[in-house]
C-alpha cells in the first residue's frame, strides 16, 4: 500500500502520462485515479480539482527534467554548443516520448494544454505561461552568448529571439504532429533557429565550433 507521498507523485506521474497522449479536456478525474490506481477519495485529499493536479504535475515533471537544461546551458558551455545540444535535445525527446507508427511528434502536453483551456481552468494557463518563460530565459542566456561571441550577423533583443525562437519550436512541432512526420521536424528545426537568429553561415554547421 502506498503511502501519501507515494499517492501523490503517482497521481502526478499519471496525469502527465495521460496528457501525453490525450488532450486536457478528454482526461476526467475519473480517469486518472483508475490509471494510477487510487480511489477519488484519495484524489481529492491531494487535490482539490483537476487543474490543480494538471498544473502540480506540470511542474513536477519540469523539475524532473531542469537538470538537463541546466546542464545544456552552463555557463562553462560554449554557445555554439549550448545551441546545437538543445537542437539535439528536442530531436531525442522524439525518439524518447513519441509513438513509432502512430504519433512520431510529440508536442510538449503543458505548453499545449495551455492552449486547450479557457478562464476557468485559470491554473492550467498560469502554469504554462510560468514554464514558458522559464525556458525562454535559458534560451535568452544562449543567444546574449551568441551575440557576445559575435556569431550573429546582426544586433537583435535577447528576449525578442528567445522569444521567437520558443515560438518556432512549438509551431514546427504542431506542424510535424499534424503531418506525422519527423523527418521534417529533424530537417527543419536547425535551419529555422538559425534564421531567426540570423547565425553567421559559418557557423551554422553542427561540427562548426570544432571546423573553427
Known amino acids: 500500500m502506498r503511502n501519501a507521498t507515494e499517492t501523490r507523485i503517482k497521481l502526478l506521474e499519471t496525469a502527465m502520462e495521460l496528457l501525453a497522449t490525450r488532450s486536457y479536456h478528454d482526461v476526467g478525474v475519473s480517469d486518472v485515479c483508475k490509471h494510477a490506481g487510487v480511489t477519488k477519495g ?121 522569444r521567437l525562437i520558443f515560438q518556432y519550436v512549438h509551431g514546427l512541432l504542431t506542424y510535424g504532429q499534424v503531418f506525422n512526420d519527423l523527418d521534417t521536424v529533424r530537417s527543419d528545426i536547425r535551419n529555422g533557429i538559425c534564421r531567426i537568429l540570423n547565425l553567421q553561415c559559418k557557423y551554422r554547421d553542427v561540427d562548426a565550433e570544432t571546423a573553427t
Open 42 to 162: 484519495a484524489f481529492y485529499h491531494h487535490f482539490d480539482s483537476k487543474a490543480e493536479l494538471f498544473a502540480a504535475a506540470a511542474r513536477h515533471h519540469w523539475e524532473k527534467g531542469k537538470d538537463e537544461l541546466r546542464a545544456i546551458f552552463s555557463p562553462d558551455v560554449p554557445p555554439l554548443e549550448q545551441l546545437n545540444s538543445y537542437i539535439e535535445l528536442i530531436c531525442n525527446k522524439q525518439e524518447r516520448y513519441a509513438v513509432p507508427g502512430e504519433n512520431e511528434v510529440c508536442v510538449c502536453p503543458i505548453f499545449t494544454a495551455g492552449g486547450q483551456v479557457g478562464p476557468e481552468d485559470e491554473p492550467i494557463q498560469a502554469c504554462s505561461r510560468e514554464l514558458a518563460e522559464e525556458q525562454i530565459k535559458y534560451l535568452a542566456s544562449m543567444v546574449r552568448g551568441l551575440k557576445g561571441e559575435g556569431m550573429l550577423g546582426e544586433d537583435g533583443d535577447a528576449t525578442t529571439l528567445a
